[in-house]
């Protein structure tokens, strides 16, 4: 199948598509895009450059991808966004590129991004994250792969979430959220880990109690950080998901969330 162009579209010259790229109507793709084979834009999509999309991805009306950065220091200097294959952007999602010269917001492959939902400057979004409607992104956030937020969560700048981590949804995000946790409310406490998500990735019953017993060292231990990373370490010396979140917590430089439940 050919490049398929709706008469209302525009494409800049200097654009580059991919095969069997479609279209829509009312759609603008900037001079500085690169857009993979078998990507489908629906309508009004804004692709805006230097932006390198990767194959498969799929856009629906009024998404805006690539724009410049909202921060109030950009300038103008020439920065990039860099996106993978196999991406759902649905209805008024955004995505902008990042903020320093030669900088990069980049996404993974295989995300989907709901309705509204917003990725900031100079973000790493990894691949199979889900960002529910209004899920939004400050300036630096970086999410690993497989993490998930809740609609209308919304994720303080130069924060991380941890792979497999889920947040409820209005939940306020002002610190790390370590891997395979759950963090929900207003600030946000870590009240247990994600155990459906776990399942349904098919982890494995020990792997998931293993991480249950690191949330209890964590949380309800009564131990300072760097007690509970010791007790972590003693107990579990081969459990892979463990040492991923011992990683996590030592290369923290906002540190984790630390509260257990609401007020505590």
């Known amino acids: 199948m050919a490049v398929v162009i709706h008469p209302s579209a525009i494409v800049e010259e200097g654009a580059v598509l991919g095969q069997d790229v479609e279209i829509g109507p009312w759609c603008r793709v900037g001079s500085e895009v690169r857009l993979g084979d078998r990507c489908k834009l629906a309508s009004h999509v804004i692709l805006e450059g230097p932006t390198i ?7 629906y009306p009024f ?20 996106i993978g294959d196999a991406n759902t952007f649905r209805e008024f999602v955004t995505v902008h590129r990042a903020t320093s010269k030669g900088g990069v917001t980049r996404i993974g492959s295989h995300c989907h991004f709901l309705a509204y939902s917003h990725i900031a400057h100079d973000c790493i979004v990894g691949n ?3 960002l529910s409607n ?13 993490a998930g937020l809740g609609g209308l969560t919304a994720v303080h700048q130069f924060c991380r979430l941890g792979t497999h981590a889920f947040t409820g949804g209005c939940s306020k995000i002002v610190q790390d959220v370590p891997p395979f946790m759950i963090a929900d ?17 098919g982890f494995t019953l020990e792997t998931i109690h293993a991480i249950h017993e ?32 011992i990683d996590f917590i030592k290369n923290s430089t906002r540190g984790i969330i630390r509260r257990s439940q609401s007020g505590a």
């Open 128 to 130: 199979h994250v889900i």
């Open 134 to 146: 209004n899920g939004t992104l400050a300036g630096h956030v970086v999410v690993h792969d497989h």
């Open 63 to 82: 998404v805006s991808v690539g724009q410049r950065s909202q921060d109030l220091k950009y300038l103008g200097e020439p920065t990039h966004l860099l």
């Open 185 to 201: 409310g207003n600030p946000a406490s870590i009240p247990g880990i994600n155990k459906t998500g776990l399942e349904r990735k």
């Open 53 to 59: 999309i990767g194959s498969d991805n799929i856009f």
């Open 214 to 245: 690191a949330h209890r060292i964590l949380y309800r231990g009564g131990l300072n950080t760097s007690q509970a990373i010791a007790r972590l370490e003693t107990e579990f010396p081969n459990v892979p998901e463990i040492a991923t979140l």
